[in-house]
């Protein structure tokens, strides 16, 4: 399993308010969007979001997104080393994804962009 690089999740209360220190940290402009009412700012390897409580609870419990050439062969990989696959793979608009929790009970989310 080729892993390509990981994104910190960052629960903000104010994403407007924390979207221009992130711009400035990491360089670069945030691309923003919304997935299940959860706003998201993406910048650098900042993921920041923001939203309802209930959503960000579950959000939270990910320790960080971790992106792969396959999901499919990461969910082989996973599986053969005792993760526990919570769900997917499932086909976002931004391509592939899965979560995970590894046996010492860390949670991740893997992403490709294959659609």
């Not at 997104?65 to 526990?84: M, N, P, R, W």
Request: glycine fraction near 12%; aromatic fraction near 6%.
């Amino acid at each position: 399993m080729d892993i390509l690089g990981t994104t910190l999740r960052v629960c903000v209360d104010d994403l407007e308010r924390a979207v221009p220190f992130y711009e400035r940290l990491a360089g670069g402009t945030a691309l923003r969007f919304e997935r299940g009412g959860v706003q998201v700012a993406a910048v650098g390897c900042f993921l920041l979001m923001s939203g309802p409580a209930a959503e960000l609870e579950v959000l939270r419990k990910v320790a960080a997104t971790i992106a792969v050439k396959d999901v499919e062969e990461a969910h082989q990989v996973l599986s053969d080393l005792g993760a526990h696959i919570i769900a997917g793979p499932v086909t976002t608009p931004g391509g592939r994804n899965l979560i995970a929790m590894h046996p010492d009970g860390a949670i991740y989310e893997y992403v490709d962009r294959q659609g």
